[in-house]
């Protein structure tokens, strides 16, 4: 693997992380007034932790892009470290589809982080954020991170129908992997009536959006792949199928806190420590699925 391919690998991981978080947080912020508690200091607490989380990784989604923008450009002027700072090639990656998703995906971060601010200035003064305001800028980022991938990647050249099915597969991916840290955060700051409400939430939400991105993604995978041959003949398609292990491991997981370990929360002083615990085994899973899509996306194509 080339340096610049191993350096793009790296921002773009960082990029869905920084995503992710921000669209995981969103979605967390939407269900917490419909759990059952009053504002307490407890919830404050946790809420605003999401909300630093967020920020901190919008940050870190900011340096990635800016970071990556510099990666493509010194990639494809293949004149070492130096060639990030060609003007000329500078131009044409802005003027690219590169340079429209980096401009994009710059705005979906800052506009995140002003979102954070107001929210975070607000939990201070111990003042709600408003839902209204909350869900519309939540849709605004879910349709423009949905938009950039649809910009770039393997079905830029495919009938529109597969680009709004990876705009769907993403939005829905990165946000449960986004939302699993302020899932575990809950498990420390609240109580076991509230928190039993607020994986029950999570849990019926979970059930729509996980047929949604099962059947996008198998909409995608069937159209890229072309067979079930190239699914164990070609790096590509196995590179899919452990991708595809690892997306069954979550779900297994899922499944085991919704029917197993959500029940417990109200009935075992310890539900909580076990639910964090697998929590955080399914934010590992999580990592591994975003790097091995950061593979596929940068040194794979279906055509290896």
């Not at 932790?49 to 800016?66: H, P, R």
Request: hydrophobic share 55%; charged share 5%.
């Amino acid at each position: 693997m080339a340096i610049w391919e191993v350096l793009i690998l790296s921002t773009k991981l960082a990029v869905y992380l920084g995503l992710s978080a921000l669209l995981g947080g969103f979605l967390i912020l939407l269900i917490a007034p419909f759990i059952q508690d009053k504002l307490s200091q407890a919830r404050l607490l946790w809420q605003t932790y999401i909300i630093k989380y967020m920020a901190v990784f919008a940050l870190i989604g900011v340096l990635a892009t800016i970071l990556d923008f510099f990666f493509q450009v010194g990639a494809l002027s293949q004149s070492g470290f130096t060639g990030m700072f060609d003007a000329v090639m500078q131009n044409m990656v802005a003027q690219s589809a590169l340079g429209t998703v980096a401009i994009s995906r710059l705005c979906v971060f800052i506009v995140g982080l002003v979102f954070c601010g107001m929210v975070y200035w607000q939990l201070t003064r111990k003042i709600t954020p408003n839902f209204f305001v909350t869900l519309i800028v939540a849709i605004i980022q879910w349709g423009s991170v949905g938009y950039t991938f649809m910009l770039s990647g393997h079905t830029v050249q495919l009938d529109s129908l597969y680009g709004y099915a990876l705009a769907v597969h993403v939005i829905i991916a990165l946000s449960w992997m986004g939302a699993l840290w302020p899932l575990s955060a809950a498990c420390l700051h609240l109580s076991p009536t509230p928190l039993y409400s607020l994986m029950r939430q999570f849990g019926h939400l979970a059930i729509g959006l996980v047929s949604l991105l099962l059947l996008a993604g198998t909409l995608l995978a069937w159209e890229l792949v072309g067979s079930v041959g190239n699914l164990f003949n070609q790096i590509y398609g196995q590179s899919l199928l452990l991708k595809l292990g690892f997306v069954n491991a979550i779900l297994l997981l899922a499944a085991w806190h919704k029917l197993k370990l959500t029940p417990k929360l109200l009935t075992h002083s310890n539900a909580a420590i076990d639910m964090r615990r697998s929590i955080q085994i399914e934010m590992l899973i999580g990592l591994c699925i975003f790097l091995i899509t950061a593979v596929l996306t940068t040194v794979l194509g279906p055509q290896s």
